[in-house]
């Protein structure tokens, strides 16, 4: 079963947007989960990820602006973009890391208009 994103559009730069992402199974949990994203003619990049515990990490084109969080009970993990930038254009996605080729799901698009 695939990973199902959602929570993006389109927004002026400066703005902020939610991301969703549900889970297929309560492993969700204890694995690792990231956020990636994908701009046209780039390869996927890991945008964030939330390790067990909750800690978590940040590319640095994204830290102190992007927040990564799961709601353990909902099986839902979120991705909290603040002051949002053109370069932030992207298809978003969800997976575990390292990422597990059948939960690709269809991503969400986020675009930022400057």
């Known amino acids: 079963v695939r990973l199902v994103e959602s929570g993006g559009g389109l927004v002026q730069a400066g703005e902020s947007l939610r991301l969703s992402c549900a889970p297929s199974?309560?492993?969700?949990?204890?694995?690792?989960m990231a956020w990636y994203r994908q701009s046209p003619g780039k390869q996927r990049e890991l945008v964030a990820k939330?390790?067990?515990?909750?800690?978590?990490t940040y590319a640095e084109s994204v830290k102190g602006r992007f927040t990564i969080s799961r709601d353990g009970a909902k099986n839902i993990l979120y991705l909290q973009m603040n002051d949002l930038k053109p370069d932030d254009t992207a298809v978003y996605y969800c997976n575990s890391d390292p990422p597990d080729r059948s939960l690709w799901g269809q991503g969400t698009q986020v675009t930022v208009s400057s």
């Open positions: 939330i390790i067990r515990g909750d800690r978590s």
């Open positions: 199974n309560a492993a969700f949990r204890l694995s690792t």
